[in-house]
């Protein structure tokens, strides 16, 4: 299927869900659970019937012997689950209109979890019997009909980015509370590219409907040994119960193996996190209030470096003490859970960048514990409920450079998707991404990245209107936008984009630190805002002086052109009014 294909589908059964919805008795915030269940029940049924053979050749072989076993446990360990009869999609389609459905559908869910730990009390049931209305009763039948049209024959992985675009549809469908449980895909993506992930261990204590681990999972599928199974073992808490099944389903339909506690993580650590991961992801809501101080203050998760603290007391009798807002605990949360080698992302809002007070004192520490790795700006209306930029945090416990921090402005660097949604194309992405690698002295990186676009470009067609094929000046643009940054192919500090900027103390004699040097973080009052270290650029046209000159001598032809045709029409028009009235 190409990507075209896949659009149009995606596009078509979104078109026809909500379209439907707006016959169905749900309320538009209560309507994504049962459309993801249907999505995940024909995604099951379609990764089943392809082991089926298999599972059932291996039951009739073994069938009244001693080596004997229930057809479940055989469908558990070639599939990963089993579908009894009554879960199959086709025998609920075709279910005749005197039969319950929804009860029916309720049903297949429920043996789908008999057999299924990871999904126990996870699947939407009774939520069913509210998708018909009066005025249609034929709705969850309709839908049923509608998911029949994902291909059986297409890839499982493509039942994954389907579930994840009705994820982010939903989100914009629902504003700001759509945005708590998903992250667009492609930032998610380019913070694994920049992370690159190998195997381990994940936390993400703010997971939503599991995104960060999805997109991991890719990544390392990607780039692994051929032959070598994936070692990734995820571990998420999310406070919201809805949002928890939506990522177990998200997990499984993914093949991701991982845990989801339902849980608040200001107050709960459940995995016991300090110290214990290799990664660390999340998109966590920014500037929460209302955080009880007595709560976190005396967690090694939250205090290693400092726990942030209001100025004053609040002077309302029996108030709890709070913290100013949350982004701080979150920031440390994700410093304190990695192991010696272990490696962060989050994103954060831009003021946490800058704050003063406390958080000025905790991020001082931070940077002067070298843990910080990597700081990037990203372009503005990248989210669904966060229209002002937001700033990726990147954390390396096992980084060389320990006094340096590499800041990216990548807040021209999109693709716009509408008026008021934007994302990361795959190039955008991989352009970013080698950033990192040249940094980290990576260059064969950056050498494979080129080649690999030139074999594009070599291949690609002069002009294309096809969505999936990139004409050759698409190609030609990416390959010059590289070797115009890094013509030598080696890592470069690039005015407006990137610069590696250092603490930059300076010791007297006795080695009392008495100054910080010129631009360097600590002249920038430990700020860890990248559009202060890395400038401005003006952008140069990229003509020589004649060429400059002889499009200036076009343009003043053309003018003259204009003024001449205006004098001529004005003549035109003068002469036209005098012989009317003439004629008076």
């Known amino acids: 299927m190409t990507n075209k294909q896949l659009k149009n589908l995606k596009d078509r059964l979104w078109t026809t869900a909500d379209l439907l919805r707006a016959n ?58 089993y579908l009894p009869e009554e879960a199959r999609y086709d025998w609920l389609l075709n ?103 190998t195997e381990g261990r994940i936390l993400d204590p703010a997971c939503g409907s599991g995104g960060m681990f999805v997109q991991t999972a890719h990544y390392i599928e990607k780039h692994k040994a051929q032959g070598k199974q994936i070692n990734l073992r995820a ?30 993580s200001y107050y709960r650590d459940p995995y016991d996190s300090f110290g214990n991961f290799d ?67 989050l994103v954060m809002a831009n003021s946490a960048s800058d704050a003063g007070n406390s958080e000025k004192d905790i991020r001082i520490k931070l940077i002067e514990s070298g843990i910080i790795s990597q700081m990037v700006t990203l372009p503005s209306n990248m989210f669904t409920s966060v229209t002002l930029p937001a700033t990726l ?63 594009k470009l070599a291949n690609a067609p002069e002009l294309s209107d096809a969505e999936d094929i990139m004409p050759k000046n698409y190609w030609q643009s990416n390959i010059a936008w590289l070797t115009e940054r890094f013509p030598e192919g080696k890592y470069r500090d690039v005015v407006g984009l990137c610069k590696a900027a250092t603490i930059g103390k300076i010791y007297d004699d006795k080695g009392k630190v008495v100054g910080y040097e010129d631009d360097s973080i600590g002249d920038q009052d430990f700020s860890l805002n990248p559009g202060r270290y890395v400038g401005a650029v003006i952008e140069d046209d990229g003509l020589t002086q004649e060429e400059f000159k002889e499009r200036m001598m076009a343009y003043y032809t053309v003018l003259s052109e204009l003024n001449a045709d205006a004098r001529n029409l004005e003549k035109s028009i003068a002469q036209n009014l005098q012989e009317l009235f003439e004629k008076k």
Not at 144 to 150: H, R
Not at 185 to 195: D, G, I, K
Not at 399 to 404: L, S
Not at 434 to 446: A, N, P, Q, S, V
């Open 235 to 264: 571990y998420g808490v999310e406070k919201t119960g809805a949002t928890v099944r939506l990522a177990k389903m998200n997990l499984v339909l993914n093949n991701v193996r991982g845990t989801i506690t339902h849980a608040n």
């Open 95 to 197: 279910l005749p209109e005197s039969e319950d459905l929804a009860k029916k559908v309720k049903e297949a869910m429920e043996a789908i979890e008999q057999y299924t730990a990871e999904l126990e009390d996870t699947l939407p049931k009774d939520i069913y019997y509210s998708v018909n209305s009066e005025d249609d009763p034929l709705v969850l039948a309709k839908l049923l009909k509608n998911f029949k049209d994902i291909p059986a024959d297409v890839e499982l992985d493509i039942f994954g980015e389907i579930y994840e675009y009705f994820l982010g549809e939903f989100a914009l469908a629902e504003g700001q509370g759509g945005g708590e449980f998903f992250t667009p895909a492609s930032v998610v993506r380019y913070m694994v590219e920049v992370l690159a992930p």
């Open 393 to 455: 945090w990147f954390f390396d416990k096992a980084k060389v450079k320990k006094d340096e921090i590499l800041f990216i402005d990548a807040r021209n660097i999109f693709t716009q998707i509408d008026r008021a949604h934007r994302k990361f194309s795959d190039e955008q992405i991989r352009n970013l991404g080698i950033i990192t690698r040249l940094y980290e002295g990576k260059t064969e990186e950056f050498e494979a990245l080129l080649a690999d676009y030139h074999a």
């Open 279 to 345: 990664y660390v992801m999340a998109n966590p809501p920014f500037n929460v209030d209302g955080v009880e101080l007595d709560q976190v203050k005396d967690q090694p998760r939250f205090n290693t470096y400092g726990v942030p603290q209001n100025k004053t007391k609040s002077k309302k009798k029996d108030a709890k003490e709070t913290v100013p807002n949350g982004n701080y605990l979150w920031i440390n949360q994700f410093a304190t859970a990695l192991n010696d080698t272990g490696r962060a992302a």
């Open 24 to 81: 169905s008795g749900l309320k538009s915030t209560e309507y994504a659970e049962p459309i993801l269940g249907l999505i995940f029940l024909r995604f099951a049924d379609v990764k089943y019937s392809k082991f089926e053979s298999e599972i059932k050749a291996e039951f009739d072989s073994t069938k009244g012997t001693r080596m004997e076993r229930p057809i479940h446990e055989i469908a558990i360990e070639k599939c990963g689950f």
